[in-house]
């Protein structure tokens, strides 16, 4: 204990150093930024910055990319909040509510909730990784591809839930999710799908296509056609955008939801394969079920969007611990973060802790130290974007549609990327004439090929036997779940009509 | 600060991001230009975080200051290497655009699976040779090689080995134990950290790895390898069997290197090949390939790299027609 403690401030010394923190303000506003501008992903914004760490030392290097992860995965809900434009999956559940929040007027209260939930998520998490990595890790390693599979259809089921319209048009559209993510060269066998001999399909759909074109072009168009009586532009009036964070007593009557989500994205983070995005889809969905007044969620909850952002945040600290103590990458970003490591000449894995304490700790006290400093920063991120409201429709949607080409092209170098993009952008619009609910779709392109790899890996490793899935406890509790969050509506409607008979 | 300054921000900020992407025009070629006056992209054909991206930019780093321009990386992952690769094809042969080649992506090639055969490549260097392994959880029950295969030909299909995927060096390994009449089951994890996860955790009883690659973890007593796929025994495990002492001929080295698309002029390759030649034998690399456990003979040059290579795309062939892989 005292070692650690010891360890602890040699690592707040450190992390103060002028270059270090630095790094934590760089990355956290790169991150912020780049996770709010919907044609750039934080992932896009941690591999550009890969060859700038080539001349510095492992903890700068690490400092300045944890720190893009934290601003990143929060960046997306000041777009989204403002605009109704999440700039990245995981922000999506966040801006059901905030965006309704800002159509009441509210904006100042979305932000500054969503900046200190984020904040409080990824503090609690980063001490979580500081002193309980090595259960932790042990828990994680039981998991096997029969939970990956749990997990992805609880993620899965949650989002058909959630939805405010209908649960056919959600799994309607889920189903087209799941489709849009078989075309291209299934990674099992090396089958390709759907691409028609067209050689852009063969490498499959990019999600990140899907997501600008639908959320973002789909609303631009949405906009400018102006069905919508509060188009972005005027859903609030800019001077009363600036954030305001909640009061103590505003928190504490949020405790539940803050718990909530901090459990939720630690451990889903944990788990390899699954990350930020389904621990956001889950955790609003665990918060509308567990409500007294589910039917409100919406409609601008404030339970809503704390849970979803506790559990964005939460899910980096989880995220970060089986790469720290196994060497292994759970997403993207830390993906890249354990090629940094290894091109410094550091595996990270059982014996970082041994042979690199003091760089260790120093990464646990960086973490640490960004989640406040994000309070600071989210609040002048929130402040500059919010002055993009000001801006007129036509220019503003202009910019936007420009940032969405770049990051299509981005992606590959391809225009084809960006043909695709204006494809979705165009079903965007009309999926939001027809009411039809759009995240089960984007969920569907990323979820769905991971819960076909992990389901036939299953198969193959426990000789083709169904039953594992619910032989194997961890994974039944959670597939359960997942089988009671789809029946529970149908249910509560059931029950809902006896009750009225009887009467 | 004014809305139009903030707004010239963000324009600033899409400046540098889309600076930092591959430049769109590049310049008309110029036959008797100096060679190299501007960067030379380097694709990576594989994902961040994994062998290929390490080797690539570390050597990158190191040949930079010798080439005198920069090397930009950037990964184009999919299709076991063959989507990189098919950006490269679509590059100018100027030397201006080099590319990542690894062992797993030549054996899409008698699988039926790559577009791009082996004389459509320039083959610049062979950077890095490294020896599989298969490796064992430190507390199986399986002390040795042949107590694991006694257990697999007693339980045919039990024991199962978790790999790359189908069709790739570590299934042709697997598949060849299974013409010996030992069936063992390839259980596919494309990403490296899945495929480690499944082994610590017991989900897969063998990992097929390079030892480089899980070099915490046999340090840490984690893992430990039961075999070597070699034709004599690796110095820093003295007391692991190589395949070929056993009577099992099977030795699939992976191997790391750079190549350009074919029709690049023989000078540039040479400027390109003596560059990373340098690169390689800076004490940082050299620090770098100890660590990995590369075979200290890995080097080879344009000359005798592109005959190494044809001849184990024979060997593959050989396999993939024996075991009926082929598509």
């Known amino acids: ?503 | 600060m004014s809305t139009k300054v903030r707004i010239l921000g963000l324009l600033a900020f899409v400046g540098v991001i889309s600076a930092s992407a591959p430049p769109l025009f590049p310049g008309a070629a110029l036959a008797q230009e100096k060679y190299p006056s501007r960067p030379v992209d380097f694709i990576v054909t594989w994902g961040t975080g994994g062998g290929a991206d390490a080797m690539a930019r570390t050597i990158g780093q190191h040949a930079q200051p010798i080439l005198g321009v920069a090397i930009p990386v950037s990964n184009v992952p999919g299709a076991s290497g063959n989507t990189g690769l098919g950006q490269l094809m679509a590059a100018k042969a100027d030397g201006y655009t080099i590319a990542t080649y690894i062992m797993d992506t030549l054996a899409t090639i008698p699988m039926g699976l790559s577009k791009v055969t082996v004389d459509d490549l320039e083959w610049v260097t062979r950077t890095q040779v490294a020896d599989s392994f298969f490796f064992v959880k430190s507390d199986s029950p399986y002390k040795t090689i042949q107590e694991l295969l006694q257990a697999a030909k007693a339980n045919p299909g039990k024991i199962r080995v978790a790999a790359t995927g189908y069709g790739t060096v570590d299934d042709v390994t697997v598949r060849f134990f299974e013409k010996k009449g030992i069936k063992l089951t390839t259980v596919p994890y494309p990403k490296p950290g899945e495929r480690y996860a499944s082994t610590l955790g017991g989900h897969s009883e063998v990992l097929y790895e390079q030892a480089g690659d899980v070099l915490q973890y046999l340090k840490a007593g984690q893992l430990r390898p039961v075999i070597i796929f070699a034709d004599k025994r690796h110095p820093a495990f003295p007391d692991v069997p190589a395949s070929v002492e056993l009577g099992y001929d099977i030795q699939l080295p992976q191997f790391r290197s750079i190549v350009a698309k074919k029709g690049v002029p023989a000078d540039r390759v040479k400027i390109l090949a003596d560059a990373i030649r340098k690169g390689m034998e800076t004490p940082a690399y050299k620090k770098f390939a100890g660590e990995w456990y590369f075979r200290p003979d890995s080097h080879m040059g344009p000359e005798q790299f592109g005959p190494w290579v044809r001849e184990q795309v024979g060997i593959l062939d050989r396999y993939v027609k024996e075991f009926g892989l082929k598509r």
């Open chain 1, 1 to 503: 204990m005292w070692e650690t403690l010891a360890n602890l401030a040699a690592g707040l010394a450190a992390s103060l150093e002028p270059l270090n923190f630095l790094m934590i303000l760089a990355g956290l506003a790169i991150g912020i930024v780049a996770g709010a501008l919907p044609g750039i992903t934080m992932l896009n914004s941690i591999v550009l910055v890969l060859p700038f760490t080539y001349l510095m030392g492992i903890v700068p290097s690490l400092l300045l990319m944890t720190s893009i992860y934290i601003g990143g995965v929060f960046g997306g809900s000041i777009t989204g909040i403002l605009f109704n434009i999440p700039g990245d999956p995981m922000n999506v559940p966040t801006t059901w509510e905030g965006y309704q929040l800002n159509k009441k007027g509210q904006v100042r209260l979305a932000l500054g909730m969503a900046i200190m939930a984020s904040a409080i998520g990824g503090f609690l998490s980063a001490l979580i990784l500081t002193f309980a990595s090595p259960p932790f890790a042990k828990v994680a390693l039981t998991f096997s591809t029969v939970e990956y599979f749990a997990v992805v259809v609880l993620g899965l089921a949650s989002v058909v839930v959630i939805g405010q319209v209908s649960v056919a048009g959600a799994l309607m559209s889920l189903f087209a999710g799941m489709f849009l993510g078989t075309v291209g060269t299934e990674a099992q066998y090396g089958i390709t799908r759907f691409a028609f001999g067209i050689k852009f399909l063969e490498t499959g759909i990019d999600f990140v296509t899907v997501l600008i074109g639908l959320f973002a072009i789909g609303e631009v168009l949405d906009q400018l056609s102006g069905s919508k009586a509060g188009a972005g532009g005027d859903a609030a009036a800019p001077s009363t955008s600036r954030a305001r964070l909640p009061s103590p007593r505003q928190l504490w009557a949020l405790r539940g939801s803050l718990v909530r989500g901090l459990g939720t994205g630690v451990v889903i983070g944990a788990i390899p394969g699954a990350g930020a995005t389904v621990a956001s889809f889950v955790s609003y969905g665990l918060e509308k079920q567990v409500s007294k007044e589910p039917e409100r969620f919406g409609t601008g909850v404030l339970e809503g969007l704390t849970a979803s952002e506790t559990s964005v945040n939460a899910s980096t600290g989880g995220a970060m611990i089986p790469l720290l103590t196994l060497g292994i990458p759970g997403s993207g970003a830390t993906a890249v973060m354990m090629g940094a490591f290894l091109l410094h000449g550091v595996q990270p894995g059982p014996l970082l802790f041994a042979q690199s304490p003091h760089e260790v700790y120093t990464i646990f006290v960086g973490m640490l130290l960004a989640n406040l400093v994000m309070i600071v920063m989210g609040l002048l991120a929130a402040r500059s974007f919010a002055q993009l409201m000001k801006v007129p429709e036509p220019i503003l949607a202009a910019f936007i549609i420009t940032f969405c080409f770049i990051g299509a092209y981005a992606l590959r170098n391809d225009m084809a990327d960006v043909w695709l993009t204006m494809l979705f952008g165009i079903l965007g619009f009309f999926m939001r004439r027809y009411n039809l609910p759009i995240p089960p779709l984007i969920l569907g392109v990323i979820l769905g090929p991971l819960a076909e790899q992990y389901f036939l890996t299953s198969m193959v490793s426990h000789g083709n036997d169904l039953t594992v899935f619910l032989t194997r406890p961890v994974s039944a509790a959670v597939l359960l779940t997942s089988a009671g969050l789809l029946l529970w509506p149908a249910l509560k409607g059931w029950l809902a009509r006896r009750e009225a008979v009887r009467v």
